[in-house]
């Protein structure tokens, strides 16, 4: 069969490809430590998985209107406001099944064939596989280790074009666990302020953040009506099967994703939007102790790192991901993730799957028992000191 030529330039999720890797191993009688998936290691919270139970008891079973359920808009537009301390309407507000469509959505309704589009890099790789499959051109701004991954401003300025169409952020980041500091978001804004260029703010780690103090682009003047805010329940809420998100945007833009939506998945579905609203409306307890339990996790995992040859690890301060520097290794990322797997039984990413400053380092998700972080470890170094 003939596919279009455009599905050359789709990309993926490299996590979900050493994911099936791994998977495979393990059906063949291997054991792996899963370090590769960014995905919490909780249970979806009690309170939540029994107000989807009611809803499915009471009939939520049928499509509902496409951007989202009245009282799960309602709930985002206070948890919004509340949080980051702007004024949000429901008609702002878009449900998707999962984040992801916020980024496929916005980045279809916003570039063209030619447009440029300034994204970290590294950065989550979704970010650069749509743009290019939309017919954009996708421009790394460096996230450099010297400066805590945060972005590059002199490239960054530097590379602004009359074809940039779109700025997107990501804080906390994946896969550093950097965070953009008020004084870096001050000059995106005023950028965008400046250009009319729209800034999409992914912020889906919000909750992770270990040192100082949570700072989002929104609450900088100007940037409300240029600004698209992506944010779900995966990673709060240890919902990641569930996919639920949303974007929070203009209104004329959220009536354009809107219809993406109707074109695409028609709805999100009707009984995991009211587990939506327990969750931000319930307590929020869970959250703390799952983000605590992280900090935990990070700290036992840097130490462990930095004791093995040939790498270096920073304390990431937010997310749940560590982003070892191997370049004392002298080897390709590529080369330690896949010996790491074949000899090691663990499942890492080569940095390079998050663009090309990622070469020299891997990513490893921390969201696994204090046990297998431990287990980890131990296979890893003997598989670091024969490359020494």
């Known amino acids: 069969?003939?596919?279009?030529?455009?599905?050359?330039?789709?990309?993926?999720?490299?996590?979900?490809?050493?994911?099936?890797?791994?998977?495979?191993?393990?059906?063949?009688?291997?054991?792996?430590?899963?370090?590769?998936?960014?995905?919490?290691?909780?249970?979806?919270?009690?309170?939540?998985?029994?107000?989807?139970?009611?809803?499915?008891?009471?009939?939520?079973?049928?499509?509902?209107?496409?951007?989202?359920?009245?009282?799960?808009?309602?709930?985002?537009?206070?948890?919004?406001?509340?949080?980051?301390?702007?004024?949000?309407?429901?008609?702002?507000?878009?449900?998707?099944?999962?984040?992801?469509?916020?980024?496929?959505?916005?980045?279809?309704?916003?570039v063209g064939e030619g447009d440029e589009v300034l994204s970290p890099d590294p950065g989550f790789p979704i970010y650069e596989s749509v743009i290019n499959f939309v017919g954009g051109t996708a421009v790394g701004v460096p996230l450099r280790e010297a400066t805590g991954f945060n972005f590059d401003m002199d490239f960054f300025e530097a590379h602004l074009?009359?074809?940039?169409?779109?700025?997107?952020?990501?804080?906390?980041?994946?896969?550093?666990?950097?965070?953009?500091?008020?004084?870096?978001?001050?000059?995106?804004?005023?950028v965008a302020r400046e250009r009319n260029i729209p800034v999409l703010t992914d912020e889906i780690y919000r909750h992770f953040l270990y040192d100082?103090?949570?700072?989002?682009?929104?609450?900088?003047?100007?940037?409300?009506?240029?600004?698209?805010?992506?944010?779900?329940?995966?990673?709060?809420?240890?919902?990641?099967?569930?996919?639920?998100?949303?974007?929070?945007?203009?209104?004329?833009?959220?009536?354009?994703?809107t219809r993406l939506m109707v074109n695409s998945a028609s709805c999100t579905a009707s009984f995991v939007q009211l587990?939506?609203?327990?969750?931000?409306?319930?307590?929020?307890?869970?959250?703390?102790?799952?983000?605590?339990?992280?900090?935990?996790?990070?700290?036992?995992?840097?130490?462990?790192?930095?004791?093995?040859?040939?790498?270096?690890?920073?304390l990431p301060r937010g997310a749940f991901y560590v982003f070892p520097n191997i370049t004392g290794t002298g080897r390709p990322s590529a080369e330690v993730a896949t010996r790491l797997l074949d000899e090691a039984g663990v499942a890492a990413l080569a940095g390079t799957a998050f663009g090309s400053q990622g070469e020299g380092y891997l990513r490893l998700s921390y969201a696994n028992s204090e046990a297998n972080l431990r287990k980890a470890l131990e296979r890893m170094e003997p598989v670091f000191a024969s490359m020494k």
């Open 161 to 190: 074009t009359p074809r940039t169409k779109l700025i997107i952020i990501n804080s906390p980041q994946n896969p550093t666990g950097g965070v953009l500091e008020r004084a870096q978001l001050q000059r995106i804004a005023a």
């Open 275 to 314: 587990a939506g609203v327990a969750a931000l409306e319930g307590e929020q307890a869970s959250v703390g102790r799952m983000v605590a339990e992280f900090r935990r996790r990070r700290d036992l995992i840097v130490d462990g790192l930095n004791k093995l040859p040939g790498v270096t690890c920073v």
């Open 212 to 257: 100082g103090e949570f700072v989002s682009i929104l609450r900088e003047p100007g940037i409300l009506e240029r600004a698209i805010l992506l944010d779900g329940f995966s990673k709060s809420y240890a919902m990641t099967g569930w996919r639920l998100g949303y974007g929070v945007m203009p209104v004329d833009l959220a009536e354009h994703v």
């Open 1 to 110: 069969m003939n596919v279009a030529a455009r599905m050359a330039r789709l990309g993926t999720e490299s996590a979900f490809e050493v994911l099936a890797r791994a998977k495979a191993l393990e059906r063949q009688g291997k054991d792996i430590v899963h370090l590769e998936i960014g995905e919490p290691d909780f249970d979806t919270p009690e309170h939540i998985r029994d107000a989807a139970k009611r809803a499915l008891d009471n009939g939520a079973t049928h499509y509902g209107p496409s951007a989202g359920l009245p009282e799960l808009r309602e709930a985002i537009a206070r948890h919004v406001s509340e949080t980051r301390g702007i004024r949000v309407s429901p008609d702002q507000v878009v449900v998707t099944p999962g984040a992801k469509p916020i980024m496929f959505f916005v980045i279809m309704a916003l």
